[in-house]
């Protein structure tokens, strides 16, 4: 091999790297969301494009619980799904300027979040976020 093409090789591995790596400004994003009643819970999936750094910020007394998303924003123009199940009865999205967002469950009865836990990446899924409600009566 000649050292023109081992420059090329070397330029084409490079410009695949850089394809593959975050670009600046370019928030992650909520990409679906769903809920399902189950026996004991009602459970919230929120699919996300990069792992999540999140909290939650719980108030019973206005039945709401508010899940606080640090690195995921709301899509533009994409509405994001919003279920009505079990103890959720309306979800708001909010945008905290593109880079972080808010997910405001209203629930429909007392309820606090009994556990949550992210499930990585698989067989061409993305990051999970699972969030299990529980009624506090």
């Known amino acids: 091999m000649n050292i023109m093409n081992g420059w090329r090789i070397w330029g084409l591995c490079f410009a695949l790297v850089a394809l593959c790596l975050p670009r600046s400004g370019e928030a992650a994003e909520i990409l679906e969301a769903r809920a399902g009643l189950h026996a004991d819970k009602t459970r919230l999936v929120l699919d996300l494009s990069e792992k999540p750094d999140y909290g939650f910020d719980q108030n019973a007394e206005v039945g709401q619980v508010v899940i606080e998303l640090k690195n995921i924003g709301v899509p533009k123009?994409?509405?994001?799904?919003?279920?009505?199940?079990?103890?959720?009865?309306?979800?708001?999205?909010?945008?905290?300027?593109?880079?972080?967002?808010?997910?405001?469950?209203?629930?429909?009865?007392?309820?606090?979040?009994?556990?949550?836990?992210?499930?990585?990446?698989?067989?061409?899924?993305?990051?999970?976020?699972?969030?299990?409600l529980v009624s506090s009566n």
């Open 77 to 132: 123009g994409r509405v994001v799904p919003s279920s009505v199940i079990g103890l959720v009865k309306h979800t708001l999205f909010i945008s905290k300027g593109g880079q972080s967002s808010r997910v405001v469950l209203f629930l429909s009865k007392p309820a606090k979040v009994k556990s949550s836990f992210v499930i990585p990446p698989k067989d061409g899924k993305a990051h999970r976020l699972v969030i299990d």
